[in-house]
């Protein structure tokens, strides 16, 4: 099974900061990645599709990089509404395994 | 509108069954492959099932499999979770979630609001 490490596991955050949040896989994935926002209650929300791509109506402060085995997710300017819980899902091969999660707080 | 809704979470006692349902419209449920994905409470997530559009191809996660089958009626645009000799550890919200046939679209981009399991003597 592939296994996907992000990191941190948390990040005590502002209004206004850039974040950056990685995810690395165990072996090369290629871009078929996933990033998910959830929030408490919530069903988990795409938006970062094939590593790079942005969900249809996902504001543009969320980007996504890398290939093989790094990859991150950027928030360019933090905004109230983005602190939730951050995955990464890795669709290369089954099981489509999850990492443990990336909680963003109010610093 | 894409909609998935489950159903059918509940109250079971360790080693008992249930089934669970995922209603789809607004899109052509037969040509997507649809998955099962949980979260334990206060947990991550986690995939446990696939199913192709025509049934052909089913996978599990170790941690469910002979235990749990994946099923669809494509008439009836649904898609099922039979989960038998539950334990404890299966406790989750369940999640339906599609994932699409088309090489340039999004996988994942739709998930259904859960259900609750709750495994517990």
């Known amino acids: 099974d592939i296994q996907m490490t992000q990191s941190p596991t948390s990040l005590s955050t502002s209004v206004g900061d850039r974040v950056t949040i990685t995810c690395r896989a165990s072996?090369?994935?290629?871009?078929?990645l996933n990033w998910f926002q959830q929030k408490p209650g919530k069903a988990p929300k795409l938006l970062i599709y094939?590593?790079?791509s942005l969900q249809s109506e996902v504001p543009s402060r969320f980007s996504g990089s890398g290939s093989g085995t790094d990859f991150t997710l950027t928030i360019s300017s933090l905004q109230p509404e983005d602190f939730a819980t951050y995955y990464c899902?890795?669709?290369?091969?089954?099981?489509?395994?999850f990492g443990q999660g990336t909680k963003l707080e109010i610093k | 509108e894409v909609q998935l809704v489950e159903s059918g979470g509940g109250l079971v006692k360790p080693g008992g069954t249930l089934t669970l349902s995922c209603a789809a419209s607004?899109?052509?449920?037969?040509?997507?492959?649809m998955n099962w994905v949980r979260q334990a409470p206060g947990k991550g997530l986690e995939w446990v099932s696939s199913?192709?559009?025509?049934?052909?191809?089913?996978y599990y996660a170790d941690s469910v499999k002979g235990r749990f089958t994946i099923s669809r009626d494509n008439a009836k645009n649904a898609l099922y979770l039979q989960m038998n000799t539950l334990r404890v550890e299966d406790t989750a919200v369940y999640y339906c979630?599609?994932?699409?046939?088309?090489?340039?679209?999004?996988?994942?981009?739709?998930w259904g609001q859960g259900t609750l399991v709750t495994v517990s003597s």
């Open positions: 979630a599609r994932e699409t046939p088309y090489t340039s679209d999004p996988d994942f981009d739709f």
């Open positions: 607004g899109f052509i449920f037969t040509t997507y492959t």
């Open positions: 199913i192709s559009s025509g049934s052909s191809y089913i």
């Open positions: 072996q090369t994935i290629s871009t078929y």
């Open positions: 094939a590593a790079f």
């Open positions: 899902q890795q669709i290369y091969s089954t099981p489509y395994t």
